[in-house]
C-alpha cells in the first residue's frame, strides 16, 4: 500500500523568508502523481502545486517550488517569500492507479511570524 | 475553475436523528465524489468513494449502515449520520472528481474540495 510521511508536525518561518516542507512516500508504482495542498483556518482545501511522477522537471507556481526526488521516494515543498497568508496546515498526497484514491500525509502546521 | 459547495456548512443535532449533508459540483460532472471526515489539527481521511448511479465503496472500518451515500446525478452526492451520537461529531468534507477515475494518460483526474461541513451532535 502506498504511505506518505510528514514527520514534522509544526514548523515557523519569519515573513520574507524560505521555509521547505518535507515528505516522503512509498510505492512500487512507476506512474503516479503528487501533490501538495493547502489548508487555511477556513479549512478550504486549496491545490497548491502538482507534480507528475514521469517529469524530471520540478514544478514552480510563482513562490511555491518542490523539489522531487524520485529515486529517493521525496516531494519536498518551498515556499519563498513567505508571506502571513502562507499560514495554514499543509498536506502532501499521492495519487495512482486504478483505485483513483488519495492518500494523504498527517500534514504539517505552517506558522509565519511578523 | 471547478467550484464544488457542500450544504449545510454548520449543524448541530440532538443525539438520535440523522443528518443529510450535501455536496454539489456547480460547473461540472462528477462521475465520483469522495467524502473525507477530519478531526482538529489531523489528516483528511477517507470515508467512501461514491459513483453516480451505483453503490458507494466504504473504506474499511466506516459503517455502511451508518453513514450512507447516495449518488443519483452527476452533480449531487449525499452523505446521512443516521442516528447520529457525539462520537460522530466532526468536520466532513467532500471531493468531486472531473473524470471517472484512473490516470488514463496525461494530467490526472482532478479532485476540487467542498468547503466542508461542522458536524456537532449533542
Known amino acids: 500500500a502506498q504511505t506518505v510521511t510528514q514527520s514534522q508536525p509544526e514548523m515557523s518561518v519569519q515573513e520574507a523568508e524560505t521555509v521547505t516542507l518535507s515528505c516522503t512516500y512509498d510505492?512500487?508504482?512507476?506512474?503516479?502523481?503528487l501533490f501538495w495542498y493547502k489548508q487555511p483556518p477556513s479549512r478550504q482545501m486549496i491545490l497548491v502545486i502538482r507534480?507528475?511522477?514521469?517529469?524530471?522537471q520540478n514544478a514552480t507556481e510563482n513562490r511555491f517550488s518542490v523539489n522531487f526526488q524520485k529515486a529517493a521516494k521525496s516531494f519536498s515543498l518551498k515556499i519563498s517569500d513567505s508571506q502571513l497568508g502562507d499560514a495554514a496546515m499543509y498536506f502532501c498526497?499521492?495519487?495512482?492507479?486504478?483505485?483513483?484514491?488519495?492518500?494523504f500525509g498527517k500534514g504539517i502546521t505552517l506558522s509565519v511570524r511578523p | 475553475g471547478a467550484v464544488v459547495s457542500q450544504h449545510p456548512s454548520r449543524v448541530i443535532c440532538k443525539s438520535g436523528t440523522s443528518v443529510k449533508i450535501e455536496c454539489r459540483s456547480l460547473?461540472?460532472?462528477?462521475?465520483?465524489m469522495f467524502w473525507y471526515r477530519q478531526f482538529p489539527k489531523k489528516s483528511l481521511m477517507l470515508m467512501a468513494t461514491s459513483n453516480e448511479g451505483s453503490k458507494a465503496t466504504y473504506e474499511q472500518g466506516v459503517e455502511k449502515d451508518k453513514f450512507l451515500i447516495n449518488h443519483a446525478s452527476l452533480t449531487l452526492s449525499t452523505l446521512t449520520v443516521t442516528s447520529a451520537h457525539p462520537e460522530d461529531s466532526s468536520f466532513y468534507i467532500c471531493?468531486?472528481?472531473?473524470?471517472?477515475?484512473?490516470?488514463?494518460?496525461?494530467?490526472?483526474?482532478?479532485?476540487?474540495f467542498g468547503p466542508g461541513t461542522r458536524l456537532t451532535v449533542l
Open positions: 460547473d461540472f460532472q462528477a462521475t465520483t
Open positions: 498526497a499521492y495519487y495512482a492507479g486504478a483505485n483513483s484514491k488519495l492518500t
Open positions: 471531493s468531486a472528481d472531473t473524470h471517472g477515475g484512473g490516470l488514463a494518460g496525461g494530467r490526472p483526474n482532478e479532485q476540487f
Open positions: 507534480q507528475e511522477a514521469y517529469k524530471q
Open positions: 510505492t512500487s508504482e512507476s506512474d503516479y502523481y
